[in-house]
Nanobody, 121 residues
Framework: VQLQASGGGVVQAGASLRLSCAASGRTSGTYDMGWFRQAPGKEREFVAAIDWSGGSAYYADSVTGRFTISRDRRANMVNLQMNSLKPEDTAVYYC???????????????WGQGTQVTVSS
């Protein structure tokens, strides 16, 4: 599975951004998908995840109520709508995919390159 993230940018606090992750590969539409982020000097952290069917979504406490993950299985795309952005959301955002084996939502098999999100105060 190959993953390509896009949609990052520089915005002011309170603004919105929409990240997209295009998945390619013969069975890419059957993977659970997630978004992670890594800020300078910090460890990578979980942001959100969605199961292969799009029926269940999970969020980090820090983004609950502000971010929404969704997927278009026909287009093999996963999106992360980010509203009410804060300076502390500044990070490189990565999309990831994992086999839907019922395992941890924090462990993934495939990773895309990151896209930078910068939120100014």
């Amino acid at each position: 599975v190959q993953l390509q993230a896009s949609g990052g940018g520089v915005v002011q606090a309170g603004a919105s951004l929409r990240l997209s992750c295009a998945a390619s590969g013969r069975t890419s539409g059957t993977y659970d998908m997630g978004w992670f982020r890594q800020a300078p000097g910090k460890e990578r952290e979980f942001v959100a995840a969605i199961d292969w069917s799009g029926g269940s979504a999970y969020y980090a406490d820090s983004v609950t109520g502000r971010f929404t993950i969704s997927r278009d299985r026909r287009a093999n795309m996963v999106n992360l709508q980010m509203n009410s952005l804060k300076p502390e959301d500044t990070a490189v955002y990565y999309c990831a995919a994992k086999v839907p084996d019922g395992g941890s939502w924090l462990k993934y098999d495939y990773w895309g390159q990151g896209t930078q999100v910068t939120v100014s105060s």
